[in-house]
């Protein structure tokens, strides 16, 4: 997908490596042009304003100092391997979507290290090496990766903006093929931030039963509503009535609560209960072989869900406000369009395409000192878009945006 798109050449002429490798891994390793120059801008030291932080760890969020106390649990030493995970572990989940009024057995839940992984385990268990999943367009660009290290091929469908995001149905009979073996629904999507809405929904469940594709919905931006449409999804699982497909939810610590340190995420099953069964099985053979979680972390999970409240609702607070303050400030800038977000921790902004994207991120680091993903590298259909964070200090953000707007005026 785009972040791979203008990649260079491959290794060096006179590095042949003396083993050959996978094409899981990409065949070039070489840094694209905006790595380079961020590379360069670090090296004479440049004081460089990043809106492309997602570590909200990096951004001035206060973590209470007891928060990581319970991954001192003395139980810790004592190792009980699960499959799944802890059921103590699996509840404090199951009730985290209690909190958002969503019913879930903890006999569903699978915890797993990150959603990354919970990716990878469901991909082993639905897709032979070269099977397809649907994922969307514009979307996160390590899907990609994720799916090349299991062999299987990204098939991308469309989301097409006017006014809202929504489904470009034709591309997903485009997208399809009989090695189809699931979709990907992202909701909030990054970067677009647009939730699935109920239509759409009705319309994937369908599909997905008629083709027996099973849907992975990626949820772990659910908890960061910023603006959603009436008829949003809340969540998959409770928009599941009636015969429904295969349906695994996705979250995880390093969103829900903030906490990408502590590894963390898990998987939600519904779906016809004897699909739901026969995948139950699969997964945890899977499951078994790794037995990935660790135990300090499933033992402070309770703790970590109640407690990571504090820190979720500053970043709720901060994607708000800077969320606010760059529509203000953009209401007042010709060329540049906030685009419609509903949720999630980025924004789109379009620009005039009268300069390609990567000249255009190229020279506000070089010449402005600010860092800020080109839409390319989330696969827009078309250009010229800027993807900004909305995590950063609420400072950096006005400064660099009040940066690229000048640049823009110029360009215009
Ligand atoms: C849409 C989406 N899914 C999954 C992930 C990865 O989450 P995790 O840290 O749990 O692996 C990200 C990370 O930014 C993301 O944007």
Known sequence: MGAERRGDEGEAAGDEPRVRFSRRVPGSLAANRLTRSLDEARRRGRHVLDLTVSNPSRVGIAYADG????????????????????????????????????????????????????????????????????????????????????????????????????????????????????????????????????????????????????????????????????????????????????????????????????????????????TVAAARARLEIVCDTYLSVATPVQLALPGLLRDGAAVRAQIRERLGGNLAWLRGHLAGVAVATLLETEGGWSAVVRVPAVVPEDDLVVRLLEEHDVLVHPGYFFDFAHEAFLVTSLLPDPAVLSTAWGRITGCLNRLG
């Not at 030493?77 to 103590?88: K, N, V």
């Not at 979507?97 to 990716?119: F, N, P």
């Not at 996160?140 to 149905?169: M, N, Q």
Request: proline content about 9%; glycine content about 8%; some cysteine.
């Open 67 to 274: 928060l990581l106390a319970g991954l001192a649990n003395p139980r810790g030493t004592s190792y009980r391997p699960e499959a799944f995970g802890q059921l103590d572990a699996r509840r404090a989940v199951a009730g985290d979507y209690a909190r958002r009024g969503i019913i879930v057995d903890a006999d569903d839940i699978v915890l797993t290290a990150s959603t990354s992984e919970a990716y990878s385990l469901l991909f082993k268990v639905l897709c032979d090496p070269g099977d397809e999943v649907l994922v969307p367009a514009p979307s996160y660009p390590l899907f990609e990766h994720l799916a090349r290290l299991d062999g299987v091929s990204i098939r991308p469908y469309g989301l097409a903006y006017d006014g809202h995001w929504g489904v470009a149905w034709d591309s997903v009979e485009r997208a399809a093929t009989p090695r189809t073996r699931a979709v990907m629904l992202v909701s909030p999507n990054n970067p677009t931030g647009s939730f699935v809405r109920h239509d759409d929904w009705r319309r994937w469940r369908d599909l997905a039963m008629a083709r027996r594709w099973a849907v992975i919905a990626d949820e772990v931006f659910c908890d960061y509503p910023l603006d959603p449409a009436p008829d949003h999804v809340a969540c998959v699982l409770a928009a599941n009535p009636g015969p429904a497909p295969l349906t695994v939810a996705l979250g995880g610590l390093s969103k829900s609560v903030g906490l990408p340190s502590a590894k963390l995420g898990w998987m939600a099953m519904a779906g016809e209960p004897g």
